[in-house]
């Protein structure tokens, strides 16, 4: 059973900085990419950041400068450092995570979600 935990949310004030984690556990196969969603109360969940396994990255617009997304494979751990945080970065923030290789196809883990509130 692979899980994703979670960790690092909170509340900040306006320009302040918080990083997230999560660890994933109980994988079989190898995991792939990883990346970062967020959900705004009456919004859909969006991609803000992922990463693959070799290290490529890619940012949504509203976060390129400010975010940036790490993985450590040996712990299956990625990380979303997130700086100069603004009030519309307020949301629920899920990790998501592929676990497969392509041979036998990749499958979508999430995490349960941590709420970042950033005070104005």
């Known amino acids: 059973q692979v899980q994703l935990v979670e960790s690092g949310g909170g509340l900040v004030q306006a320009g302040g900085s918080l990083r997230l984690s999560c660890a994933v556990s109980g994988n079989r196969f190898s995991i792939g990419r990883m990346g970062w969603y967020r959900q705004a109360p009456g919004k859909q969940r969006d991609l803000i950041a992922a990463i693959t396994s070799g290290g490529s990255t890619n940012y949504d617009d509203s976060v390129k400068g400010r975010f940036t997304i790490s993985r450590d494979n040996a712990k299956n751990t990625v990380f979303l450092q997130m700086n100069s945080l603004k009030p519309e970065d307020t949301a629920v923030y899920y990790c998501?995570?592929?676990?497969?290789?392509?041979?036998?196809?990749?499958?979508?883990?999430w995490g349960q979600g941590t709420q970042v509130t950033v005070s104005s």
């Open positions: 998501h995570a592929k676990e497969g290789d392509y041979s036998i196809g990749w499958y979508d883990y």
